[in-house]
């Protein structure tokens, strides 16, 4: 990595600072949420207090506990920061909202919001804490998180006063579902004036019809993965349009002739092609079918399109929810986004919406071509620190 790139990182990580100290009422605060924001750069395997405090120069973690779990700043704003950073550099009118919940496995009972539950990152029921994520894709190939939520149980937390008060959760935190927390996302983002052609999301809620209501009352396009057993009304379609019928009942009278084959983006083992056919809906709704060339098996998206857009560009859509996977992969494996080792309702925002910080600064230096330039970068800059406060 050459003098002129390492000075291009440096400009874009200090131009960051002077963006994020002013959140900071003291001077001691400000230096320590660069050295945490360097911390999750780093190239550290495990970033935790202990490991980054090491990596700082430090010769104990407490100040940067101190500053996730009691010094005085706001991860509401952060988040709001991390949002009109990645729109300056990615924005994009045909841009995608992602949702999508990520599991974090913890022992014990004591963070906020942990219990045994099924979680799809962890792939079982296990101890673990649920994230509601919300990520921005555009269509150059920029993917970002931009929005977060830790959900609480509504038995085991939402209610338990005595539990809440030992994890630091404010009282005016009430119970919401995940659904509830991703719409409450999407109206933050319509606020900050994101720019988004379409919602997409899985099956957790693509069934659930409060969020679809919503959607479709704020005029926003989606396409949402549901099951089979989805009752639709439909126009012209079914012998009674006025009564409920299940999705895959109206997929088998689908004919060869009403698919036909595309590939809605590139994976592991190259591009993800499938057969397509849509069933036309009411007021701008339509059902997509998707059948796997391999063995046949179909899956359903709901998808609410008033625009009129042309089934490529619903196909191309559909693909578009993996990003969010690629994101919090990129977050965990580069920016600590599972790492940390707090417990209070307030540092875990703190602590994720710094990762999250991390994770965009990450992709906007992606640009830069050189291989390792993060590694000898972070590196370097850690050496270069050594025991002073940034």
């Not at 994230?131 to 939520?149: K, T």
């Not at 126009?235 to 009674?240: E, F, V």
């Not at 359903?300 to 042309?310: A, D, I, Q, T, V």
Request: aromatic letters at 10%; charged letters at 25%; proline letters at 5%.
């Amino acid at each position: 990595m050459s003098p002129a790139d390492l000075a291009v990182w440096d400009r874009e990580f200090a131009a960051l600072g002077e963006r994020i100290t002013p959140l900071f009422y003291r001077p001691e605060s400000q230096g320590h949420a660069l050295q945490y924001l360097r911390g999750l750069l780093s190239p550290l395997q495990r970033k935790n207090g202990w490991t980054m405090a090491e990596f700082a120069g430090e010769k104990e973690p407490k100040a940067l506990q101190r500053f996730l779990n009691l010094t005085p700043w706001s991860a509401a704003l952060m988040r709001d920061l991390v949002c009109d950073y990645a729109m300056e550099r990615f924005a994009d009118p045909r841009g995608v909202l992602i949702a999508d919940p990520t599991g974090f496995a913890k022992k014990g009972t004591k963070s906020a919001g942990v219990q045994r539950q099924y979680s799809g990152t962890l792939g079982r029921v296990d101890n673990c804490q649920i994230g509601s994520f919300l990520a921005y894709a555009n269509r150059r190939g920029d993917r970002v998180l931009i929005d977060r939520e830790l959900y609480l149980p509504k038995d085991s937390w939402a209610v338990d006063f005595e539990r809440r008060r030992e994890a630091g959760i404010p009282d005016e935190v009430v119970f919401r579902t995940r659904p509830q927390q991703v719409q409450a996302m999407i109206e933050r983002a319509v606020a900050a004036g994101v720019p988004f052609s379409w919602f997409v999301a899985d099956e957790e809620f693509g069934q659930n019809r409060i969020l679809r209501r919503y959607l479709e009352a704020e005029d926003i396009a989606y396409c949402m993965a549901v099951p089979k057993s989805t009752d639709v009304n439909t126009a012209g379609i079914s012998t009674n349009p006025d009564t409920p019928t299940r999705l895959d009942n109206l997929a088998s009278h689908l004919r060869p002739g009403d698919f036909s084959r595309r590939a809605c983006g590139i994976g592991a083992k190259g591009f993800r092609t499938y057969d397509w056919a849509v069933i036309a809906g009411r007021d701008g709704r339509q059902y997509v079918v998707r059948r796997s060339i391999a063995d046949g098996e179909l899956a359903y998206f709901h998808c609410y399109n008033p625009r009129g857009e042309s089934l490529s560009e619903l196909v191309a859509v559909i693909g578009l929810r993996w990003p969010v996977e690629e994101c919090f992969e990129a977050a965990k494996q580069q920016a600590g986004l599972d790492n940390y080792q707090v417990r209070k309702y307030d540092a875990w925002y703190r602590h994720i919406t710094l990762s999250m910080l991390a994770l965009a600064f990450l992709a906007a230096m992606a640009r830069t071509p050189q291989k390792g330039a993060l590694r000898t970068w972070a590196a370097g800059a850690g050496r270069e620190r050594g025991g002073s406060r940034p």
